[in-house]
């Protein structure tokens, strides 16, 4: 059973930086593709990035150049860098694992970008 937790969500003010990580549980984290999502309230839930076994990696236009997102496959742990962060990334994070034959997700970290 593989398990994802995220962390390091909290309180920034905009222009400010946050560092998310997901910790994976099982030994299919180094072959499986990882992703970023976040929902806002009365949003639906959208992709962030992406991050292939390989580190490919691709981004959202609203992130791109923002946000980077990295792997550490001997830690079984994704992380996702968000600089430059505004008002409207606000929002709960959640980490994806892209599985057969499911996907797995974490419990979402809230980030809130105020003054």
């Known amino acids: 059973q593989v398990q994802l937790v995220e962390s390091g969500g909290g309180l920034v003010q905009p222009g400010g930086s946050l560092r998310l990580s997901c910790a994976a549980s099982?030994?299919?984290?180094?072959?499986?593709?990882m992703a970023w999502y976040r929902q806002a309230p009365g949003n639906q839930r959208e992709l962030v990035a992406t991050?292939?076994?390989?580190?490919?990696?691709n981004y959202a236009d609203s992130v791109k150049g923002r946000f980077t997102c990295s792997r550490d496959n001997a830690k079984n742990t994704v992380y996702l860098q968000m600089n430059s962060l505004k008002p409207e990334d606000t929002a709960v994070y959640y980490c994806?694992?892209?599985?057969?034959?499911?996907?797995?997700w974490g419990q979402g970290t809230q980030v809130t970008v105020s003054s």
């Open positions: 099982g030994s299919i984290f180094s072959i499986n593709v």
């Open positions: 994806k694992m892209v599985a057969f034959p499911r996907d797995y």
């Open positions: 991050i292939t076994s390989g580190g490919r990696t």
